[in-house]
Antibody, heavy 123, light 108 residues
Framework: QVQLVQSGAEVKKPGASVKVSCKAS????????MHWVRQAPGQGLEWMGW????????NYAQKFQGRVTMTRDTSISTAYMELSRLRSDDTAVYYC????????????????WGQGTLVTVSS | AIRMTQSPSSFSASTGDRVTITCRASQGISSYLAWYQQKPGKAPKLLIYAASTLQSGVPSRFSGSGSGTDFTLTISCLQSEDFATYYC??????????FGQGTKVEIK
């Protein structure tokens, strides 16, 4: 079964960077894009971007361009999201999410989610 | 980017009630609309895709309808486990995925 296991909570100071990992299992890691979605406390869901684990290609939401970097290590089936120049309003739960199976009607949708990683930015 | 607007933002209901949540897209998205349920401290769960197709394992009291710009999620007989926040999401034009702001269903 598909599983996405994320790294633990982080506390960072403003201006610092954070790197969140997402270890995938139960499927061929390079076969599906990995997306990152965040959720500020009490707020809605915000898509940050995706990485193609096969090629390493990325597509970032305009809002995060220049501050976010998504990478992967195919040898350990793990995707990473690094956010730099952190601000207090970056305090949020960060999720990795995989699309549904290509044969399904919910392909192109985040059907599998990690458990989330709380990143707190505070001085 | 396509904007998604849900209404209401929150409301109270009782077990057994029939409830409806509305989602409007800023431009036509055909039927490329999904609904998610999220409980506190948990990741969202996909309920419905293609506007009206129930994800496997989702109870039949959930249903979705609409196309173009206007969509609804209906829960025919609210159960205790349905108290949660619901989000719509368009996938007609992506990236980016865009979500509604959420509708919180609370116990009356």
């Amino acid at each position: 079964q598909v599983q996405l296991v994320q790294s633990g909570a982080e506390v960072k100071k403003p201006g610092a960077s954070v790197k969140v990992s997402c270890k995938a299992s139960g499927y061929t890691f390079t076969g599906y894009y990995m997306h990152w979605v965040r959720q500020a406390p009490g707020q809605g869901l915000e898509w940050m971007g995706w990485i193609n684990p096969n090629s390493g290609g990325t597509n970032y939401a305009q809002k995060f361009q220049g501050r976010v970097t998504m990478t992967r290590d195919t040898s350990i089936s793990t995707a990473y999201m690094e956010l730099s120049r952190l601000r207090s309003d970056d305090t949020a739960v960060y999720y990795c999410a995989r699309e549904g199976p290509r044969s399904s009607g919910w392909y192109r949708l985040p059907g599998y989610w990690g458990q989330g990683t709380l990143v707190t930015v505070s001085s | 980017a396509i904007r998604m607007t849900q209404s209401p933002s929150s409301f109270s209901a009782s077990t057994g009630d029939r409830v409806t949540i509305t989602c409007r897209a800023s431009q036509g998205i055909s039927s490329y609309l999904a609904w998610y349920q999220q409980k506190p401290g948990k990741a969202p769960k996909l309920l419905i895709y293609a506007a009206s197709t129930l994800q496997s394992g989702v109870p039949s009291r959930f249903s979705g309808s609409g196309s173009g710009t206007d969509f609804t999620l209906t829960i025919s007989c609210l159960q205790s486990e349905d108290f949660a926040t619901y989000y719509c999401q368009q996938y007609y034009s992506y990236p980016p995925w865009t979500f509604g702001q959420g509708t919180k269903v609370e116990i009356k």
